[in-house]
């Protein structure tokens, strides 16, 4: 990443995971061959910084001498310098905003190879069709850099809000759909029960009166009897 964009890009992305935690990463150094094409082999040096991490913050720097996590704190670094906006990621990604498309053209075929969505800032040395969604501009500018990476990370923002409504809306209405009411023995409704239910349970309580009323050698109460597991067999839909 060109060195103007790289501070831009961190800030932004770091703006973005305050409302979206690990849903978006970053690469500000150079680009490591293999990210988007043998993912699974990258992620072991994920695995790797993590460790180190853990080995170096720990109190008793997880039983090493003083000189081995000094060691350790070394590699960590050289880690952290090429994977830091990274290696919290838990799968490849669905695209990816390359800021110099010319320049990081690497990334571009990989991105390409593995049919990614390509979001890229293209300057007059770039060719347009590289990438899916091509954004003329000049990628050397600061100001330039700034607007566009600050405008997508605000629609990242409000789509990833949106979605976490979309979300939260489909996971309660599968609730009302899949969990049923909970009644006592008596007929008597829980304070789980859902509201949908609150209509049938109505009608629920009510045959229990006129059966209780009725008594069980009513002409009706076989209809009654029937009514009740129609009714129950509702609730359990």
């Known amino acids: 990443t060109k060195r103007q964009a790289q501070s831009i890009v961190k800030e932004e992305v770091e703006r973005a995971r305050e409302i979206t935690p690990d849903t978006i990463h970053y690469i500000i150094s150079r680009w490591i061959g293999g990210i988007f094409t043998n993912f699974d082999e990258v992620k072991k040096n994920f695995k790797k910084l993590t460790d180190f991490e853990k080995i170096v913050t720990s109190e008793d720097r997880g039983g090493y001498t003083k000189r081995e996590a000094g060691l350790f704190e070394k590699e960590l670094q050289k880690l952290k310098d090429i994977y830091g906006g990274l290696y919290t990621i838990k799968q490849a990604p669905d695209a990816v905003f390359i800021i110099d498309t010319h320049g990081e053209n690497t990334a571009v075929r990989e991105a390409e190879r593995v049919g990614l969505t390509t979001i890229g800032i293209t300057d007059t040395n770039a060719d347009p069709s590289e990438v899916t969604y091509s ?103």
């Not at 700034?146 to 979309?166: C, P, Q, R, V």
């Not at 009302?176 to 239910?197: R, V």
């Not at 009323?213 to 609730?235: S, V």
């Open 135 to 237: 954004i003329p501009a000049n990628d050397d500018a600061v100001g330039s850099i700034k607007l566009i990476t600050s405008y997508l990370i605000d629609a990242w923002i409000e789509g990833s809000k949106e979605k976490g409504k979309a979300d939260n809306k489909a996971a309660e209405i599968a609730a009302l759909n899949q969990e049923p009411a909970h009644y006592h023995a008596h007929g008597e409704l829980t304070e789980h029960a859902q509201e949908k239910d609150v209509r049938l349970a109505q009608r629920y309580h009510a045959l229990v009166f006129c059966q209780e009323q009725e008594g069980q050698q009513h002409a009706q109460a076989p209809a009654y009897t029937i009514q009740l597991l129609a009714i129950l067999a509702t609730m359990m839909e």
